[in-house]
T-cell receptor
């Protein structure tokens, strides 16, 4: 149990285009999901906390207009990188905690984004 | 904010031997959770072990065990009988006890190499 999926697993796009990444909890409901960014050989950097039915809470320094987060249901959150630029190239990971007893975060497999 | 420190960027261990990864944290809270996550080359974050701060007994999970020293705010991971598949980045993480939506605070990671 406690499986989180992400789609796509990798994406290459042209500079200026937008990319949407989906995060789904497959066998549990998650009121809260988290979006992280990870650079090579570095730790996970929390970008935002996504709450079902409400606006996401962004960490300091993360542009909310650049990284649009939507949490439409208890099993789906999306991250849209708008007008992507090469510096947005990174590994994006989502995680979710079960609504009931959510002390542990379960991570998706990540999405590798390359902006040309 | 809580901070998590992993002072060993890299560690190596001979196959079948034992290795200990260090983690310290800073918090003013009395109740919290501590985690060790493993990130292999696939970059999928995998939960290794979890410890509740109110429990005095150290958590164990097969070949993985922790040495939790609450007063010293130390949470080390011991891997016994190391296997090649244990090679990965290991992240220590902290989470407040109350609230399903609380974020994790991650350390900077320790890269573990297993030598055949």
């Amino acid at each position: 149990g406690a499986v989180v999926s992400q789609h796509p697993s990798w994406v290459i796009c042209k500079s200026g285009t937008s990319v949407k990444i989906e995060c789904r909890s497959l066998d549990f409901q998650a009121t809260t999901m988290f979006w992280y960014r990870q650079f090579p050989k570095q730790s996970l950097m929390l970008m935002a906390t996504s709450n079902e039915g409400s606006k996401a809470t962004y960490e300091q320094g993360v542009e909310k207009d650049k990284f649009l987060i939507n949490h439409a249901s208890l099993t789906l959150s999306t991250l849209t990188v708008t007008s992507a630029h090469p510096e947005d190239s990174s590994f994006y990971i989502c995680s979710a905690s079960p609504t009931a007893g959510g002390e542990t975060q379960y991570f998706g497999p990540g999405t590798r984004l390359l902006v040309l | 904010a809580q901070t998590v420190t992993q002072s060993q960027p890299e560690m190596s261990v001979q196959e079948a031997e034992t290795v200990t990864l260090s983690c310290t944290y800073d918090t003013s809270e009395s109740d919290y959770y501590l985690f060790w996550y493993k990130q292999p080359p696939s970059r999928q974050m995998i939960l290794v072990i979890r410890q509740e701060a109110y429990k005095q007994q150290n958590a164990t999970e097969n070949r993985f065990s922790v040495n939790f020293q609450k007063a010293a705010k130390s949470f080390s991971l011991k891997i016994s009988d190391s296997q090649l598949g244990d090679a990965a980045m290991y992240f220590c993480a902290y989470r407040s006890y109350f609230g399903a939506g609380n974020q994790f605070y991650f350390g900077t990671g320790t890269s573990l190499t297993v030598i055949p």
